[in-house]
């Protein structure tokens, strides 16, 4: 039942049509914004302190935001395929959040000679650093997990492997309504704060990511921890545990990210970032040292079970 299941919601033909889809609404998305920003400049509408309809640049807000979902789609369609994808996928999904809020620091900011004195001027300076090192470092890290391929499949086979596979199918089984439910309700809340709400001035434009993100990323946590669980069924190495927990860490550093602006913001989130990665490639050394020196690995095992 859970193979069918997983068959027919995350096959591939399955993920070319969210891709389809997402790809769709991001460009209706963007012509609509434009549209809006527009006609509000000419006071057909009147939403003059709305910062969503102040500037043309803000329109590349909305498809990114629509592309960011997808990727939260492809988060739960990778979990069952590799944790290391995963957790890749998170990191992506980050850097695109920093990536889509360059677009809104673009439209705020103040060129001056005060420029490093300008709250907006110096969050987009964080910005376009932070994108250029997140960026390095995630290719650092698809780098490495790929190299490390041939490695892990010189290690004997892993007992239990399939029936760990169906747990992480199911966890991703269960993410799937959840995030659906998540993302609709962010969305009209979203349109009731922007747009209807008389009380909107308690919501701005960078406190969108609470609509969705926060709740998101407290959810990959929940869902880490349970992989963290279930990979016990499948082995009780020390390094897979370890790296498993590290990723956790990682996650939540992500989610603590959102609860803070400014410099510290972009602080958490490459210290997540690069928390994962050295995780990562500790775990490969680990995996090269059971490979190289295999047979002593055996006999200092064996003498373990002996003397227990």
Known sequence: MIDKLHILIFSEEFKKKVERFFVTISIASFLIHLT????????????????????????????????????????????????????????????????????????????????????????????????????LIIYLYYYFNTKSKSITKKIEKVDNLEAFIKRKKSIALLLFPILIVLAISSLVKWIYVEFISIDQVFFSIQDIN??????????????????????????????????????????????????????????????????????????????????KYADEVQIEEKESDEIV
Not at 51 to 63: E, F, H, Q, R, S
Not at 98 to 104: H, L, P, Q, T
Not at 239 to 262: D, P
């Open 36 to 135: 809006l920003i527009i006609i509000n400049y000419f006071g057909i509408i009147n939403y003059p302190e709305n910062k969503l309809l102040n500037n043309p640049i803000v329109a590349i807000y909305t498809p990114f935001s629509f592309i960011l979902v997808y990727e939260v789609f492809l988060v739960v369609y990778y979990l069952p395929r590799s944790i290391s994808q995963y957790i890749r996928k998170q990191y992506e999904i980050i850097t695109l959040i920093v990536v889509r809020r360059i677009f809104k620091d673009i439209a705020n900011i103040d060129l001056t000679s005060n420029w490093f004195n300008q709250k907006y001027d110096l969050q987009l300076t964080y910005d376009l650093i932070s994108t250029l090192i997140l960026f």
């Open 210 to 291: 609470e609509l969705f993100f926060n709740e998101f990323f407290t959810i990959l946590i929940m869902a880490d921890v349970l992989l963290l669980l279930i990979s016990l069924y499948k082995t009780d190495k020390f390094h897979e545990i370890l790296r498993n927990s590290g990723f956790i860490i990682s996650t939540i550093l992500i989610r603590l990210s959102f609860s803070v602006e400014g410099l510290l913001n972009n602080i958490l989130i490459i210290s997540s970032v690069s928390y994962g990665l050295v995780m990562l490639l500790i775990s490969i050394n680990f995996n090269k040292i059971q490979i």
